[in-house]
């Protein structure tokens, strides 16, 4: 059953097979290994939904490299507090990374937020000295210099 449905993936052609079955294969098939290897795989809860059916083996190793990138950025994002994050770290992180960061100090964050609205939630955490840095750069970025002179 194995090398059937091992072919019937490399076709694309649909399996209709029994889920215990397909749970014995399907790891094997697209070469992840047995049981004891599928449990060290996390899934991220923020990709629940497109997790539920791969449509092929290729999409599945996509997905868990997807997952795998997203836990190093949330490992990233979290190693120092907010007041300990300088100018230059808040300037390279993504939003991912800030939300990340924000969920870390228990500040509530919208998925629809901007990255300057992230910026602003974090703002009032950080160190005053570094705040200011922060600020004098989007008030430069933005051609607001009434606001460079005032900070």
Same mark, same amino acid.
């Given at each position: 059953?194995?090398?059937?449905?091992?072919? #019937?993936?490399?076709?694309?052609? !649909? /399996? *209709? /097979?029994?889920?215990?079955?397909? &749970?014995? $294969?399907?790891?094997?098939?697209?070469?992840?290994?047995?049981? %004891?290897?599928? #449990?060290?795989?996390?899934?991220? !809860?923020?990709?629940?939904? &497109?997790?539920? $059916? !791969?449509?092929? !083996?290729?999409?599945?190793?996509?997905?868990?490299?997807? #997952?795998?990138?997203?836990?190093? $950025?949330?490992?990233?994002?979290q190693q120092k507090p907010i007041w300990?994050l300088k100018a230059s770290d808040i300037?390279?992180? &993504?939003? %991912?990374? $800030?939300? *990340?960061?924000?969920?870390? #100090?228990? /500040?509530?964050?919208?998925?629809?937020?901007?990255?300057?609205?992230?910026?602003?939630?974090?703002?009032?955490?950080?160190?005053?000295?570094?705040?200011? /840095?922060?600020?004098?750069?989007?008030?430069?970025?933005?051609?607001? *210099?009434?606001?460079?002179? &005032?900070?």
């Open positions: 059953p194995g090398r059937s449905v091992a072919l #019937a993936v490399k076709l694309g052609a !649909p /399996i *209709y /097979i029994p889920k215990e079955l397909f &749970s014995e $294969l399907a790891c094997k098939v697209i070469g992840l290994g047995g049981p %004891e290897d599928r #449990a060290s795989m996390k899934i991220s !809860p923020s990709q629940a939904s &497109s997790w539920r $059916l !791969p449509k092929t !083996p290729t999409q599945f190793l996509e997905r868990a490299e997807k #997952a795998r990138e997203e836990e190093e $950025l949330r490992q990233q994002a300990q300037r390279d992180m &993504s939003v %991912e990374q $800030l939300r *990340y960061v924000l969920q870390a #100090a228990a /500040i509530p964050s919208r998925r629809s937020d901007t990255k300057e609205e992230l910026v602003a939630r974090i703002l009032p955490e950080m160190d005053e000295v570094e705040r200011r /840095i922060v600020l004098v750069e989007a008030a430069v970025r933005n051609e607001e *210099y009434t606001e460079v002179q &005032s900070a």
